[in-house]
């Protein structure tokens, strides 16, 4: 009966915790104004529940959607490390997936993948990617979060 009572309550916490993203975004590239539109009414994020904060300390979902260079490396972990547990992170675009154009090998400022200073959660594609790939994004991430 308890093992009924306690997976039936993980299978709650984790519906809740899908259903209710809240956002911290870290944007310095072109991708900004498609996740900026993302947040608007005519894709309105906030029917998957998704409602976007101003501080860290009251996300649960970071999305990245810049060049990772060695600077906002620094920034980047700083906003992390000041989210509470458990959390989520999302690279949106090809400069948070890779590098993209701004790759070590073109910028001395050297940008590489999020996924080399963070655990990322969900990879979104594309340069930018449209408000549908961010959309497509939080699904799979609700999905994850549902799984366990
Ligand atoms: S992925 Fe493409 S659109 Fe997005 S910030 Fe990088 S260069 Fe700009």
């Not at 093992?3 to 991708?31: H, P």
């Not at 005519?42 to 029917?47: A, G, M, P, S, V």
Request: charged fraction near 20%.
């Amino acid at each position: 009966m308890s093992t009924f009572i306690s997976s039936n309550l993980e299978s709650l916490m984790a519906w809740a915790q899908a259903t209710s993203l809240w956002t911290y975004s870290i944007g310095g590239g072109c991708c900004v104004d498609e996740m900026l539109s993302a947040q608007g009414c005519r894709y309105d994020l906030e029917r998957f529940g998704c409602l976007p904060q101003s501080h860290p300390e009251q996300a649960d979902l970071l999305i990245v959607s810049t060049a990772v260079t060695q600077r906002m490396s620094e920034v980047i972990l700083e906003i992390y490390g000041r989210m509470p547990s458990p959390k989520y992170v999302m690279a949106v675009g090809a400069c948070a997936n890779g590098g993209g154009p701004f790759s070590e090998r073109v910028t001395y400022a050297a940008a590489r993948p999020l996924e080399e200073i963070l655990p990322v959660d969900v990879y979104v594609p594309g340069c930018p990617p449209r408000p549908e790939a961010l959309m497509n994004g939080l699904i799979r991430l609700q999905e994850k979060i549902r799984s366990g």
